[in-house]
């Protein structure tokens, strides 16, 4: 494959060796560049398609190590940090060859791009941290399993309630592909502000993840938890933050402590959405990623200016 901007940014799949791998991206949209980390980690990248903001912006979703045909580390389903994640992310930034790129990151995607804003900031434009939090552990786990109560009190007469328990129950015993996949579909509800009202329309979307399984241990079989904490209040590229209201695992209490945590950074609240907005709100959620890329591509950095914050 040639590597000049028009080849390596034209419109489709494209695959290229990095370390030894075989690193996969899909390109659509035309703009500036925005590249876009998944969550899981280990949903394939196809949920995140964003036709809407690739009417502004080059949208260039990540197959992420591990999944799809991108390839696998010899210690799979071990070994994917976010510091492995954010290698092939700069990977791929150099592959493209272009200056500034604006980074995407949905739910475990926003931990990593934050990392990667922490320890490799230079060629970003800004990052837009989507559905994320500064910690992961103990902390995390009680917020979200108060958000899950809360979740299960106002859709107790739901009958299908007690399999979305159910699968969150058996997130801690995934050991395969089927049971990630299984797991993801079964959540998927609680994922929805309102997944039972409009079933017809979040249905296949459900049905549609993929999902391969990545162990969240580093490549000695260990966690790898996050705290960002320290770290964030020196990020020095724009920051968008985006959160559902009603999202259950990194609901708005997190997405408030990033934007404390992070100078000059953004907010936006998506009032009628849980983790998907982009699917929920489709049109807020194309706005605020719009209007962030226009006021920030004149703007050095977040210390060196003061930019509106967009609480709502």
Known sequence: MSNTTSDVLAPGA???ESDRLIQRYHVYGSGPVCLVQPGGPGIHWEYLRMPDLEEHLTMVYVEALGTGASGRLPTHPNGYTRERYSVALQRIMDHLG???????GHSYGAFVAAYHAIHRPAGLAGIILYEGAPVTGPE???EAARRLQEFAAAHA???????VLAAFGGMQDISSDEQTLAVARGVLPSYIADYWGDEQ???????????SYISGL?????????DDRADL?????PALIIVGLFDVICGPRWARELHDLMPGSR???LENSGHLGHLEEPERFTDAVRNFVLSTRSLPSPSDSNPERLMR
């Open 98 to 104: 272009v200056p500034e790129v604006y980074l995407m």
């Open 201 to 211: 329309r979040w249905a296949p979307v459900r049905d549609a993840l993929r999902a």
């Open 140 to 142: 995390h786990g009680a």
């Open 218 to 226: 580093d490549a000695l079989g260990s966690p790898d938890l996050i």
């Open 157 to 163: 007469d739901r009958p299908e309630l007690d399999e």
């Open 233 to 237: 209040p020196k990020v020095t590229v």
């Open 14 to 16: 494209h695959a290229f």
């Open 267 to 269: 907010l936006v609240v």
